[in-house]
């Protein structure tokens, strides 16, 4: 594969519209439900793999942290942290064929070949949800991840709301219900909103409870916040868009943590949404005596360096 060092170029139009979905289907099952949707990126030159070379020079110089990958023959139920990091991410993507690798670009709308992009994506998606969508969204994210064939991505749940869009390749993404309380205890989702991105855990006896989609380019999946989801890619390089929201949900978070707390305490706390007086004030219980910890250690800090 070649690379360059030329300054980034914006390359072809966005395609209008880009994406192709059932209207009420959409606006029914945003955020709630996974579903299948079309687009019209696959042929797109930003995401072809010499422009991807060169955006993971550009990254690499500019904004390394933005680059995650790793490398090896990961199972479904592994956990990131277990995987290899040991190795260059310019080479291991010159030998993607073989290198057994996955390469995530985070932020990729920070690149300026890429900011026209994300604008016009983010857009169409917001006009396709509806009034009020813009004032519930705290961050905006456009990702591109590129895997080595056969390679499997671990079963995990994100903070984000996705789409996940095929370029290249194809894959099989199975989606499970994120209400599911066997597939995702309570105690997962609070870990997950405490402290641990790793804490759900798949269990291979209720596979069957997926809901398999085949990902080729021109396809693509919604996948709702916390819906756990694992890929297995094909035989070919893979290349993924994810077009993704995090919504303010700071409410929501803070009955998990607290209930993450009040567990340790012995104590079995009911699951959001059972009632809404509960639930605030378990929020603002969190709230008070986090914003209290964070204000003694900066006290402490302050008095360690005086």
Known sequence: METSTSSPKSGAPLPAPWIEADSPVFRENFDRKSFEVGHHLAGHPLFQL???MELAERTLRTRPSDLY????????????????????????????????????????????????????????????????????????????????????????????????????????????????REVLPEEELERFWTFDNNAANYRPELQDRARTYRLAPGRGVHVPVNCPHWLRNG????????????????????????????????IHPSPPGRSATRDRAKAMAFSVVNAAGQAARSALSRRAAS
């Open 69 to 180: 990958y790793d490398m090896g023959d990961v199972a479904p139920g592994q956990k990131w942290k277990d995987t290899t990091r040991t190795f260059s991410p310019l080479k291991a993507l010159r030998l993607l064929e073989t290198s057994d690798a996955w390469f995530i670009f985070r932020s990729t709308q920070r690149d300026p070949a890429y900011t026209e992009l994300f604008r016009r994506a983010l857009a169409e998606i917001k006009h396709m949800v509806g009034d009020g969508i813009e004032s519930k969204i705290s961050k905006e994210d456009i990702i591109i991840f590129v895997t080595s064939p056969r390679r499997v991505t671990a079963y995990h749940i994100d903070r984000e709301c996705n789409f996940i869009l095929q370029i290249h390749g194809e894959k099989d993404l199975h989606v499970f219900d994120r209400e599911d």
């Open 50 to 52: 010499p422009q991807l």
């Open 235 to 266: 035989d070919d390089i893979s290349v993924t868009l994810s077009v993704n929201f995090q919504f303010i949900d700071s409410l929501r978070a803070d009955i998990y943590r607290a209930n993450h707390y009040l567990r340790r305490l012995g």
